[in-house]
């Protein structure tokens, strides 16, 4: 059911019931006062009764009265105006003021146009900007594919991330760039590499390289950079090969990441509201404790609940007051 159907029908539902309200009111006389005497009248010609209208059931009536943020963000095409601030937490925020990584430069070139997801903090940009040639160079790759970065105005996404809510987050392909300019329908089409094998416990040794190793290095050497979460298989390979080495405390395991490096920058200056990341562990994270839950059946092979609930749907009361005022402004024109 669309959006606007449902308003409709909770109008009409709300409408009704105030109609039969009404009805009533005027037909029952108030408590503690005497009806008026009766008086003798025609009765009227029977008509047929109306039908009821129909009570849209409580999900649809929730929906049209509060839509979930995801919903109200994902609409908005342009960034609004104001100075450029991330507000809130990663996977609960938004972004004021955000800016738009260009689809094609010289070393990079943005996958899923369709998505409009290549907005970020003006930080966010400036990292890709400088990393793109860096990452090129030390891979001897044409450049990267950029992913997902953040909405126009950050905020909760339809799909794909809980993160990636103020701007401050990018998804980078294990893919090189190719020497080409890639068309929209090949940026929609094209499925970045998985280095990890069937059984989710190794890096697949046909598709990982040398290359994919100076690639990592390059984002968490970034002083900028507050992680880089990569699946556990590719983590346990680096931690064969470069245990030890500075850089690794800041490459961690997390769900998925087969394909992609998930590049977290640190809260900016200027961005008052949003809110830090505990820093990470101490140490490479090689030590056998903090890999060993990534290789379980818990994580691996998980089961579904017997009474699963539903996922908490975000709506503009779980999100930072400032993020109303950021949905509703206008927008930013042309830089």
């Known amino acids: 059911m669309t959006m606007r159907r449902a308003h409709r029908l909770a ?34 010609p029977p008509t047929a009764a109306p039908l ?30 104001g100075k450029a601030m991330a507000i809130g937490y990663y996977p609960r925020g938004c972004l004021q003021g955000g800016v738009e990584l260009p689809t094609d430069g010289l070393t990079w070139q943005v996958m899923r146009l369709s998505r409009n997801r290549n907005w970020g903090h003006p930080e966010l940009v400036k990292f890709l900007e400088r990393f793109a040639p860096s990452a090129a160079k030390a891979t001897g790759w044409h450049g990267i594919l950029v992913g997902d970065m953040a909405q126009p105005r950050g905020g909760p996404l339809p799909f794909g991330h809980l993160s990636h809510q103020i701007g401050l987050d990018v ?19 094209i499925s970045a590499s998985n ?21 990592i290095r390059t984002a968490a050497e970034q002083p900028e950079v507050e992680r880089v979460l990569v699946n556990a298989a590719i983590k346990q390979e680096l931690c ?11 490459v961690r395991p997390w769900y998925g990441h087969n394909d992609h490096i998930h590049v977290r920058l640190k809260c900016p200056p200027g961005s008052p509201s949003c809110r830090k990341q505990p820093p990470v562990p101490g140490g490479d994270g090689c030590a056998a404790k903090d890999l060993a839950y990534w290789f379980t059946d818990r994580v691996l092979h998980p089961k579904p609940p017997k009474h699963p609930k539903p996922p908490h749907v975000l709506t503009m009361a779980d999100l930072p007051a400032a993020c109303k005022a950021v949905l509703a402004a206008p927008a930013k024109g042309p830089q």
């Open 240 to 250: 064969r090969t470069q245990a030890g080495k500075s850089w690794m405390s800041k």
């Open 52 to 81: 009821p209208t129909p009570r849209p059931d409580d999900k649809t009536l929730k929906a049209a009265a509060i839509p979930p943020a995801s919903y109200l963000f994902s609409h908005v095409a342009l960034p609004s105006v």
């Open 11 to 44: 109008f009409g539902y709300l409408l009704a019931a105030t109609f039969a309200f009404g009805a009533q009111a005027q037909t029952t006389p108030p408590s503690g006062s005497t009806a008026p005497a009766a008086t003798s009248v025609a009765p009227a």
């Open 171 to 189: 998804d980078i392909w294990f893919m090189p760039m190719p020497d080409h300019t890639l068309s929209k329908e090949e940026r929609e089409t």
């Open 195 to 215: 280095l990890v094998s069937d059984d989710w416990k190794h890096v697949n040794p046909k598709t990982w390289s040398t290359a994919d190793i100076a690639f």
